[in-house]
């Protein structure tokens, strides 16, 4: 079965800073797809990058990056230069089968410090 | 297209009564996901449409639970005979196969009394 874990329940980081957010998953199909979300306290969830399987390089959108490492399944958020309303809860997922559905990771509360 | 709107945004009830929710995906978008999350943990899947087909449900969707996708448009997810247990939140997602991203709406935050 698929599986996602996210190791870190909570996350401190300076101001400016970068953090990384580690996740890894479990999964016996060649095609898949890694996604990070952000929830803030309102709790909706926001999309912040996407990284196929096949992708040889490593997504970024913005201050977001993905770090990649197809062999040892893991798939690390980068946050550069950190901001006060990075603060929120952070999943990492994975699209499952041809239904596409989501599996998600347990999450990553992350507090950025001034 | 305004994303994906979930209504109510809140519901509180009693112990044993029915509620239904409703999600409103963006609008061409065919495939509908609903998942539950409750305090500090990740979403879990429930189920999900293509159209208006239901084509897969979690263990988790007991014979309490229901949803509906008529004419493939909007859903809805209803629960019958609240349990504590119940209280959670409801997400819905939407995209568009095969290789749409999924958004979701803000939630419906369920608790049962």
């Known amino acids: 079965a698929q599986k996602i874990t996210q190791t870190q329940p909570g996350m401190f980081v300076q101001e400016k800073e970068a953090v990384t957010l580690d996740c890894t998953y479990d999964?016996?199909?060649?095609?898949?797809?890694l996604f990070w979300y952000k929830q803030p306290s309102s709790g909706e969830m926001i999309f912040l990058i996407y990284q196929g399987s096949y992708d040889e390089q490593n997504a970024t959108e913005g201050r977001y990056s993905l770090n990649f490492q197809k062999a040892r399944k893991s798939a690390n958020l980068v946050i550069s230069a950190s901001q006060l309303g990075d603060s929120a809860m952070y999943f990492c997922?994975?699209?499952?089968?041809?239904?596409?559905?989501?599996?998600f990771g347990q999450g990553t509360e992350l507090s950025v410090k001034p | 297209d305004t994303g994906v709107s979930q209504d109510p945004r809140h519901k509180i009830t009693k112990r044993g009564q029915n509620v239904t929710f409703r999600c409103d995906p963006i609008?061409?978008?065919?495939?509908l996901y609903w998942y539950r999350q409750t305090l500090g943990q990740g979403p879990e899947f429930l189920t999900y449409f293509q159209n208006e087909a239901q084509l897969e449900k979690s263990r988790l969707l007991s014979d309490r639970f229901s949803a509906e996708r008529p004419k493939g448009s909007f859903s809805t997810l209803e629960i019958q005979r609240t349990e504590q247990g119940d209280s959670a939140m409801y997400l819905c997602a939407s995209r568009q196969d095969p290789s749409g991203g999924y958004t979701f709406g803000s939630g419906t935050r369920l608790t049962v009394v």
């Open positions: 997922a994975m699209r499952e089968g041809w239904g596409g559905k989501l599996i």
């Open positions: 609008s061409e978008h065919n495939r």
């Open positions: 999964t016996s199909d060649q095609s898949y797809g």
